[in-house]
């Protein structure tokens, strides 16, 4: 069965640089969402969407922005990159407004 | 406010013995409750979940979780721990459906031979 694909896998950036990570959902999945997770702690969720639109916003920094485009993937543009943005970025996809999240691989952000 | 506990960061056992690991949580209305695997640089993988109805819910790879909303806790277990359940653990909750899951801390579990 498909999955929620993400990319790219990893990505090491320096500091002040921008990143894009890019989310293509499950075929027929219209809800996105964006996780951070940071070394050894629990995900934190950071936004999301639902029919293109923003329906809920966590802990974002205002360096980050995200949206999602009318083929349902999202991508997550993160500026002025700090240290502490180093984490596992995780995008999740469901149907409607369904119960249950399906997570993709993750993407791996190194910032030097 | 929701929020997620997760007793125990390390939980280790034999190959064979019950895994037990704990989940409690806070929230102002009834919660959606998930239980999610974690394996070394993979995404999360849902075990199991809790909606509504049967309070003791089956997931894959013969783990079971039950709510009791007297404990406001959901904890999850299997009889038969195997090597291959060597993972992190995560408790999530969510107000409704749709909306961002609240995740604990998360549990490793060790299965040792």
């Known amino acids: 069965a498909a999955g929620v694909i993400q990319s790219p896998r990893h990505l090491i950036k320096e500091k002040r640089e921008t990143a894009t990570l890019k989310c293509y959902p499950i075929?027929?999945?219209?809800?996105v969402y964006w996780y951070q997770q940071g070394p050894g702690q629990d995900p934190q969720f950071l936004i999301s969407?639902?029919?293109?639109?923003?329906?809920d916003k966590g802990s974002i920094p205002d360096r980050f922005s995200a949206q999602q485009f009318s083929d349902y993937h999202s991508e997550l543009n993160m500026s002025s990159l700090e240290l502490g943005d180093s984490a596992l970025y995780f995008c999740?996809?469901?149907?409607?407004?369904?119960?249950?999240?399906?997570f993709g691989p993750g993407t791996r952000l190194t910032v030097t | 406010a929701q929020s997620v506990t997760q007793l125990g960061s390390h939980v280790s056992v034999s190959e064979g013995a019950l895994v037990l690991l704990r989940c409690n949580y806070s929230?102002?209305?009834?919660?959606?409750l998930f239980w999610y695997v974690q394996y070394p640089n993979q995404g999360l993988q849902l075990l199991l979940k809790y909606t509504t109805g049967a309070t003791l819910v089956k997931g894959i790879n013969g783990f079971e979780a039950e709510f009791k909303k007297s404990e406001t806790s959901f904890h999850l277990t299997k009889p038969s721990a195997h090597m291959s359940d060597a993972a992190e653990y995560f408790c999530a909750v969510s107000l409704q459906a749709g909306t961002a899951l609240i995740f604990g801390k998360g549990t490793t579990l060790s299965v040792s031979s």
């Open positions: 999740a996809s469901s149907e409607g407004q369904s119960d249950e999240q399906y």
């Open positions: 075929p027929r999945h219209d809800t």
């Open positions: 929230s102002s209305v009834p919660p959606y």
């Open positions: 969407f639902y029919e293109k639109m923003q329906s």
